[in-house]
């Protein structure tokens, strides 16, 4: 059963750590059930949006996009214009109040290719805060402005050089700090992944997308729209453009994963498509699992997208039937930016690609009525792929 207070979503969600770890986060997941529910932070997060990273976000009407596709009008929800440029803004300016509201001085988080660091940077700077971001040295070396933004913006970059020296050994060093230094610090997850509260947590603070959305669209088109369509690699973006939608039946919530090389090769990150329950990273979901039965390594062009796991409230949606899968691979993703690109001018991130190529794929006569709106989710701005476009997916 779904309990939000225990953070059990279905068959999935849940606390899978070691007791002094779980005991940590039963404390953060009972503070922050006080918070939410103060105005004062209500208020605080309202002003966060607003002021800091510039919502709400446009939503704009695709023109030429629509004309090219022949069928419903397309919009696109413009996360991209986000300071930062993406919907990683939202989550951690929430978190960030959590942590200033428990008085924590340091923020720590992980990364692998660095935009959920520089996200995690850039709040700490603005609250004050000390930040210690893990990343593993091999992502390091081939992230480097992500790097040189992270230290721009005054936070310590630690090299992870145990195992792989990527995320997944990040993850785990910078899990170990935090059980170390608890009483001073707050661990910032960047996803709607990872034990209670973080699902919960991330969920709330990026469903403002969806509720503007509603009110957006009703302003321009005096209804709702047949369908959202959002990508999903941990699934705070998609969560953010579906939850508000949930209730309405009539409205489809497309979540939309990385095929990578082709969903029947073994290099793809297809977790609600052909994942199994399984735990990973101190919670359960849908994992891919390899001939062995083991979790398996995920693959995607879109670094985002690439994780073998996915947010258990998208997998319970998924047992549900509440949402529809959509899988596009690297290919169809760089034909999507390239695409978005020259019709409307406006580059969208790799990740963002995956939503707006799900369109372009045949889905019989879904989406060909003029007299349907559908809204795109556009998570993020594509500058930081242009040059591994350029010089390694053409
Ligand atoms: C991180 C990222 C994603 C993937 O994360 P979700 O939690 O699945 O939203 C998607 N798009 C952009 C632009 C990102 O930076």
Known sequence: MTNELNGTFGDFGGT????????????LAE?????????EFQNDLKALYKDYAGRPSLLYYAERLTKELGGAKIYLKREDLNHTG???INN????????RALN???LIAETGAGQHGVATATIAAYLNLDCDIYMG???????????????ALGANVIPVTAGQGTLKDAVDIALGAYAQDHEDSYYLLGSAVGPHPYPTMVRDFQQII???????????EGKQPTAVIACAGGGSNALGAFTAFIPDENVELVSVEPAGKGA???????????????????????????????????YSAASGLDYPGISPILSMLKEKGRISLGAVTDKEAVDAFIALSHLEGIIPALESSHAIAYLFQDHGDKYTNPDDVVVVNLSGRGDKDVENVFENLM
């Open 16 to 27: 899978y750590l070691p007791e002094f770890l779980a005991e940590i986060l039963g404390e």
């Open 31 to 39: 503070k922050y059930d006080e918070l939410k529910v103060t105005e």
């Open 86 to 88: 993406a919907h990683k």
């Open 92 to 99: 951690v300016v929430g978190q960030g109040l959590v942590a």
């Open 104 to 106: 924590k001085s340091k």
């Open 137 to 151: 040295a091999r992502d390091m070396g081939a992230q480097k402005p992500n790097v040189y933004r992270m230290k």
């Open 210 to 220: 969806s509720e503007e959305i509603k009110a957006q669209i009703q302003e321009l």
């Open 264 to 298: 029947n090769t073994d290099r793809h990150g297809l977790a609600l498509g052909k994942g199994a329950p399984d735990v990973i990273h101190g919670f359960k979901t849908l994992v891919l699992h390899d001939e062995d039965g083991e979790i398996a390594e995920s």
